[in-house]
Antibody, heavy 120, light 108 residues
């Protein structure tokens, strides 16, 4: 069965960086892209970025495109999200979600979420 | 950016009643690439509908989606207690997808 398993919660200071992993299993990693979606406490869902599982193409939301880097390790079927220069409003649960081969796709499987806390 | 506006903000209904949730886009959604997700407290979002009207695997047929262009609807035909959740629409017709702000469904 398809599973996306994310790394554990993180506590970071403002200005620091965080890197979250998302290990995929149960499907051919290179046939699907991975998107990252975040949810601030008590708020809705916000799409942050997408990476192709095949060729590493990426697309980022405008508000984080200068601070976020998405990457993959196809040998292990793992996607990574790095966010730099953390601010208090980056505090959220970050989800990875499986999409299609292109960036325009719905999300049929989701990771369990990784809570990122930003606090001095 | 294609902004999605959901209404109402909260819907309070009794078991067995019909729930109608609206999602309106600021621009036409390319190819009706519109999905709906259900999120219960403390849980991960679950895909209900994609392509505006196709039910995802394992989703009960009391959930249905309709609409095209800029106006889309999620209908829950006969509410059950476990349908209490927040429902989000998501347009993926543009490469940078966007979500609506959510509609909370409460079961009386």
């Amino acid at each position: 069965q398809v599973q996306l398993v994310q790394s554990g919660p993180e506590v970071k200071k403002p200005g620091a960086s965080v890197k979250v992993s998302c290990k995929a299993s149960g499907y051919t990693f290179t046939s699907h892209g991975i998107s990252w979606v975040r949810q601030a406490p008590g708020q809705g869902l916000e799409w942050m970025g997408w990476i192709s599982g095949n060729n590493g193409d990426t697309d980022y939301a405008q508000r984080v495109q200068d601070r976020m880097t998405l990457s993959t390790d196809t040998s292990t079927g793992t996607a990574f999200m790095e966010l730099r220069s953390l601010r208090s409003d980056d505090a959220a649960v970050y989800y990875c979600a499986r999409g299609g081969s292109g960036s325009s796709y719905y999300f049929d499987y989701w990771g369990q979420g990784t809570l990122v806390t930003v606090s001095s | 950016e294609n902004v999605l506006t959901q209404s109402p903000g909260t819907l309070s209904l009794s078991p067995g009643e019909r729930a109608t949730l609206s999602c309106r886009a600021s621009q036409s959604v390319n190819a009706n690439y519109l999905a709906w997700y259900q999120q219960k407290p403390g849980q991960t979002p679950r895909l209900l509908i994609y392509g505006a009207s196709s039910r995802a695997t394992g989703i009960p047929d009391r959930f249905s989606g309709s609409g095209s262009g800029t106006d889309f609807t999620l209908t829950i035909s006969r509410l059950e207690p476990e349908d209490s959740a927040v429902y989000y629409c998501h347009q993926y017709g543009s490469s940078r997808g966007t979500f609506g702000q959510g509609t909370k469904v409460e079961i009386k």
